[in-house]
């Protein structure tokens, strides 16, 4: 069945670079959007971006300037990026996957287990 | 980017009761309308999707409804295992949001 694993540093200083992976395992890329969510500690659930197996990309406009995805379809695996982290970026980060009957995910029906990231000084 | 309402915050119910949740959106969504369920330390899970489709392998005793602005998902005699937090989540537009949660706790 379809399984995504993740996996990244968990802890950073201000103005570093997140980066996290996600690797996709019993299924294909065809057909499907790859998003990263957020969930800082107690809340809710934040929309990052998303790309496609075509390396086409979505992000949130708030993050456009921090914000890269990518997809490598050999290994199966896609990431993130986000430059110059501070503070609020302090959460747990999703990987998952978007089922889609057009252009946009329609919902998220697969999710890695989570990776919690820290930014402190 | 259009905005989740979920009500309540929280919600205490006993073994066996019916509950329902509401998630209200900012502008019509048709039926773009998700409902996951997440555990402490846990992944969302996907319920429901377009409103009221139950996803595979989730107990019938999940329903939801709704379309436009305004939905439900219902629990028609909570379980255990349904001790958890509630998530609405809109895909008619990207940037997907989310519903800020409600809490379903053991009364």
């Known amino acids: 069945q379809v399984q995504l694993h993740q996996w990244g540093a968990g802890l950073l200083k201000p103005s570093e670079t997140l980066s996290l992976s996600c690797a996709l395992s019993g299924g294909s890329f065809r057909t499907y959007y790859w998003s990263w969510i957020r969930q800082p500690p107690g809340r809710g659930l934040e929309w990052l971006g998303e790309?496609?197996?075509?390396?086409?990309?979505k992000y949130k406009p708030s993050l456009l300037s921090r914000i890269t995805m990518s997809i490598d379809t050999a290994s199966n695996v896609f990431s993130l990026r986000l430059n110059s982290v501070t503070a609020a970026d302090t959460a747990v980060y999703f990987c998952a996957r978007g089922a889609a009957s057009g252009t946009y995910s329609d919902y998220f029906d697969y999710w890695g287990q989570g990776s919690l990231v820290t930014v402190s000084s | 980017d259009i905005e989740m309402t979920q009500s309540p915050s929280s919600l205490s119910a006993s073994v066996g009761d019916r509950v329902t949740i509401t998630c209200r959106a900012s502008?019509?969504?048709?039926?773009?309308l998700n409902w996951y369920q997440q555990k402490p330390g846990k992944a969302p899970k996907l319920l429901i999707y377009g409103a009221s489709t139950l996803q595979s392998g989730v107990p019938s005793r999940f329903s939801g409804g709704g379309s436009g602005t305004d939905f439900t998902l219902t629990i028609t005699s909570v379980q255990p295992e349904d001790f958890a937090t509630y998530f609405c989540?809109?895909?008619?537009?990207?940037?997907?949001?989310f519903g800020q949660g409600t809490k379903l706790e053991i009364k």
């Open positions: 989540q809109q895909s008619h537009r990207t940037v997907y949001t």
């Open positions: 502008q019509s969504i048709t039926t773009y």
């Open positions: 790309v496609s197996q075509g390396g086409g990309t």
